[in-house]
């Protein structure tokens, strides 16, 4: 039995859709259902009952459901623990966030931070939303930090969580170059336009929908030919395909310094976007307090 299975079901029997949570989870939608599967055969029945749209659980899938949650609680407590006893002297701060932010926003951040309240050892982990409020509001992380759009702001209990911005940047709108350094597709054009997006039920999703909706003409036009719920992902996709896509400024910084990507600079393209950070309200972790007060500083 792989822990892997048990997400994967905890998962499904929130959102009741295997496309759903197979999109949420980040693998086909094919092998979420082995893997559903494989749990079944391995606990020797039926967990979900698949006459009903949308699904339900059997009986016996409601008693594991709560098996389920207190087995992954308990892991990702125990392992923060350990990795507590091994980094003895050394504080350690436990964060979860979106991939990009993950590459283009924290490694810089996290300096910043360290020079400020002295040196101490990162965990950093990229999970779907739901996991990541799951988890931080369980305790076995200290931090999420979350793109979030004053337009579509993100839903946080502002009883049990505090949020803070730490920057702000732009979706902008980018297409690759030729050898010259101009757009080999733009959305003015002609025709089909190819374009790579993102999956639904992921946040981005929602920002490129509103994109979208101010260059209704533009979408009619519109051709995807891949979608992922990952701006690093689309970013190379339309790259090599010859495609528009859309991304945080930081996700193409690179690629716009080196001139294989260029951006389509229109006001009706860009959508601002907030980087929050979140904390559980009642956290009793010194260290996470300590790095909290200290954010006006480094912000």
């Known amino acids: ?15 009741r859709n295997f ?24 606990i020797g029945t039926d967990l ?29 407590h125990d392992r923060a623990q350990f990795h507590q006893i091994q980094h003895t002297g050394r504080p350690d701060i436990r964060i979860a966030a979106a ?30 939303f739901h996991d990541m409020v799951r988890h931080l509001a369980d305790g076995d992380i200290d931090f999420v930090l979350q793109y979030c759009s004053p337009k579509a702001p993100v839903l946080f209990d502002t009883t049990q969580f505090r949020a803070m911005t730490l920057a702000s940047e ?7 170059t030729d050898a010259h350094g101009n757009a080999i597709i733009h959305p003015d054009q002609d ?15 929602e920002i490129e929908a509103m994109i979208f909706s101010q260059n209704p003409t533009v979408r009619k036009k519109i051709k995807r030919i891949s979608e992922s719920p990952t ?16 991304v945080p400024e930081s996700c193409a910084r690179t690629e716009l310094a080196r001139g294989e990507l260029v951006e389509i600079d229109a006001a009706s393209w860009r959508h601002a ?27």
């Open 1 to 15: 039995m792989e822990i892997k299975w048990l997400e994967d079901f905890v998962s499904l029997a929130r959102t």
């Open 170 to 176: 732009n979706m902008i709108l980018v297409a690759p």
């Open 99 to 128: 991939s990009t932010l993950s590459i283009s926003f924290i490694p810089g951040w996290l300096r910043r931070v360290q020079q400020v309240i002295g040196p101490f050892t990162s965990h950093i982990m990229t999970e779907n």
């Open 231 to 246: 701006s690093e992902f689309v970013k190379r996709m339309a790259i090599e395909f010859g495609a528009l896509t859309l």
């Open 191 to 205: 025709g089909e336009i190819a374009y790579v997006g993102y999956s639904k039920n992921g946040y981005f999703s």
């Open 19 to 42: 496309s759903r949570s197979s999109e949420e989870r980040n693998v086909t939608q094919p092998a979420f259902s082995r893997r559903i599967r494989a749990l079944e055969n391995w």
């Open 273 to 299: 976007l907030d980087i929050q950070i979140y904390r559980k309200a009642d956290t009793k972790r010194s260290v996470t307090r300590k790095l909290w007060d200290a954010l006006a500083d480094i912000t």
């Open 48 to 76: 979900i009952d698949r006459r009903t749209y949308p699904i339900t659980l059997t009986e016996e899938g409601r008693l594991f459901r709560d098996t389920a949650e207190t087995v992954l609680h308990d892991i990702y």
